[in-house]
T-cell receptor
Framework: AQRVTQPEKLLSVFKGAPVELKCNYSYSGSPELFWYVQYSRQRLQLLLRHISRESIKGFTADLNKGETSFHLKKPFAQEEDSAMYYC????????????FGSGTRLLVRP | SQTIHQWPATLVQPVGSPLSLECTVE??????LYWYRQAAGRGLQLLFY??????ISSEVPQNLSASRPQDRQFILSSKKLLLSDSGFYLCAWGAIYGYTFGSGTRLTVV
């Protein structure tokens, strides 16, 4: 069965510190992985997808198939990065179901 | 562009009362539609998805049901609400190129 695990419920860092939000997955196939973000009073929105291999707002994430991980990283956190972050896996079938992790709240202190 | 409307934004209902949450999509045809729930302290759990009119798949056993009477309309219902049905309900539509989420409904069962 597919599963996404985000071990940290809350991650608190100071402004300018590096950030790593952990995500591990289990899936019997080739998954497609995403990071979604929800800022206060805003809708859930896409931050990154692994197939794009891009950097958005300074965040990057690399899919490590050996470790089944897709950790989200940013070298220097900003206060505006404070939000709820969800890692998600998409089943590669016609359902296009997104399976989410439990989420990590990132708090960046001044 | 595609938009998704979800209402109401908040709802307080007594135990044993019925429920109907509606979600409509604009700007796309034959979308895959999803209902998610976020209970307090937990991640986004997929409840139902639909790949077409009248086609509903349930992901978890529960007190809720879903229906898709029209291509761009997805309804979440219950005949008798339980306290455990409280949570934040999100509607989403998805395709191979991405997903769009509604603004959510916060349901409190009292």
């Amino acid at each position: 069965a597919q599963r996404v695990t985000q071990p940290e419920k809350l991650l608190s860092v100071f402004k300018g510190a590096p950030v790593e939000l952990k995500c591990n997955y289990s899936y019997s196939g080739s998954p497609e992985l995403f990071w979604y973000v929800q800022y206060s009073r805003q809708r859930l929105q896409l931050l990154l997808r692994h197939i794009s291999r891009e950097s958005i707002k300074g965040f990057t994430a690399d899919l490590n198939k050996g470790e089944t991980s897709f950790h989200l990283k940013k070298p220097f956190a900003q206060e505006e990065d404070s939000a709820m972050y969800y890692c998600a896996l998409r089943r590669m079938d016609s359902s296009y179901k997104l399976i989410f992790g439990s989420g990590t709240r990132l708090l960046v202190r001044p | 562009s595609q938009t998704i409307h979800q209402w109401p934004a908040t709802l307080v209902q007594p135990v044993g009362s019925p429920l109907s949450l509606e979600c409509t999509v604009e700007g796309t045809s034959n979308p895959n539609l999803y209902w998610y729930r976020q209970a307090a302290g937990r991640g986004l759990q997929l409840l139902f998805y639909s790949v077409g009119i009248g086609q509903i798949s349930s992901e978890v056993p529960q007190n809720l049901s879903a229906s898709r009477p029209q291509d761009r309309q997805f309804i979440l219902s219950s005949k008798k609400l339980l306290l455990s049905d409280s949570g934040f309900y999100l509607c989403a539509w998805g395709a191979i190129y991405g997903y769009t989420f509604g603004s959510g409904t916060r349901l409190t069962v009292v």
